[in-house]
T-cell receptor
Framework: AQSVTQPDIHITVSEGASLELRCNYSYGATPYLFWYVQSPGQGLQLLLKYFSGDTLVQGIKGCEAEFKRRQSSFNLRKPSVHWSDAAEYFCAVAPLTGSNYKLTFGKGTLLTVNP | DTAVSQTPKYLVTQMGNDKSIKCEQNLGHDTMYWYKQDSKKFLKIMFSYNNKELIINETVPNRFSPKSPDKAHLNLHINSLELGDSAVYFC???????????FGPGTRLTVT
């Protein structure tokens, strides 16, 4: 069955530290890959996406993610975290065809930023 | 502002009642979605409409009925509300043939 796993339920980092959020997927073929962020009380905002090509993708808010086919991973990275980055982060996937553009989300990773 | 908007933002109601949540997008998108986010933040798609036509209908109780009067609006009507319906409901939209979904701010439904 197709699935998305975010192994870390909750991560705490200090402001200014680097961040890496993990995402692994299980699909028959490489799917489309996304990272969304949900700030407290808000809807989800798309940070970045991978469809094909360069495996390192840049997104908004200083985020980047690297697609690693062999590891079936799409980890999100940020070099220096700001207090405003505290939020819930969701990895999502969609198959290349036949899905009616349906996204399957991971269960999210809550990021806490310490001053 | 261009956006996906939902009303109401909060909805508190008693079991057995019928309620509706409205969603509007002025982004010119052709596809709209309803998601349910449970208390553990798990986000699951419920329905999707493309140009007023239902294209995704996940395993959702018949008490939930989406209605799309035009491609800019997708409303969610819930009959005979149950405690387990308490959640945050998100509306989203995307351009046709695109995976880039834009989310509304959510409606927090509490059933007592």
């Amino acid at each position: 069955a197709q699935s998305v796993t975010q192994p870390d339920i909750h991560i705490t980092v200090s402001e200014g530290a680097s961040l890496e959020l993990r995402c692994n997927y299980s699909y028959g073929a490489t799917p489309y890959l996304f990272w969304y962020v949900q700030s407290p009380g808000q809807g989800l905002q798309l940070l970045l996406k991978y469809f094909s090509g360069d495996t390192l993708v840049q997104g908004i808010k200083g985020c980047e993610a690297e697609f690693k086919r062999r590891q079936s991973s799409f980890n999100l990275r940020k070099p220096s975290v700001h207090w405003s980055d505290a939020a819930e982060y969701f990895c999502a996937v969609a198959p290349l065809t036949g899905s009616n553009y349906k996204l399957t989300f991971g269960k999210g990773t809550l990021l806490t930023v310490n001053p | 502002d261009t956006a996906v908007s939902q009303t109401p933002k909060y909805l508190v109601t008693q079991m057995g009642n019928d309620k509706s949540i409205k969603c509007e997008q002025n982004l010119g998108h052709d596809t709209m979605y309803w998601y349910k986010q449970d208390s553990k933040k798990f986000l699951k798609i419920m329905f999707s409409y493309n140009n007023k036509e239902l294209i995704i209908n996940e395993t959702v109780p018949n008490r939930f009925s989406p209605k799309s009067p035009d491609k800019a609006h997708l409303n969610l009507h819930i009959n005979s509300l149950e405690l387990g319906d308490s959640a945050v409901y998100f509306c989203a939209s995307s351009p046709e043939n695109s995976y880039e979904q834009y989310f509304g701010p959510g409606t927090r439904l509490t059933v007592t």
